[in-house]
């Protein structure tokens, strides 16, 4: 069982920063995807950004040029790098990460931006 433990996160003004980071542990076989959705209130779940482990990324329109992430492979980590933060990216940030087929996820950290 792959558990992933999320830090970072919280409170900043907008145009402020934050990092996200999180650890996979528990897994006997190779991660693949790692990354980062997110959940505001009221609205569905969407993707931040991922990392697969051949190096590909992949953000969503809304994050790209504010947005970095970066993953450390031998560690199991994935870190969020946010910048220029907006009122509109408050939200419950999840980590998620693939096993083969299955999907894994993280209890999720609140970042609440304000105006």
């Known amino acids: 069982q792959v558990q992933l433990v999320e830090s970072g996160g919280g409170l900043v003004q907008a145009g402020g920063s934050l990092r996200l980071s999180c650890a996979a542990s528990?897994?006997?076989?190779?991660?693949?995807?790692m990354g980062w959705y997110r959940q505001a209130p009221g609205k569905q779940r969407e993707l931040v950004a991922y990392?697969?482990?051949?190096?590909?990324?992949n953000y969503a329109d809304s994050m790209k040029g504010r947005f970095t992430i970066s993953r450390d492979i031998a560690k199991n980590t994935v870190t969020l790098e946010m910048n220029s933060l907006k009122p509109e990216d408050t939200a419950v940030y999840s980590c998620?990460?693939?096993?083969?087929?299955?999907?894994?996820w993280g209890q999720g950290t609140q970042v609440t931006v304000s105006t």
């Open positions: 998620a990460c693939t096993v083969g087929e299955t999907w894994y």
């Open positions: 528990g897994s006997k076989f190779s991660i693949n995807v």
């Open positions: 990392t697969t482990s051949g190096g590909r990324t």
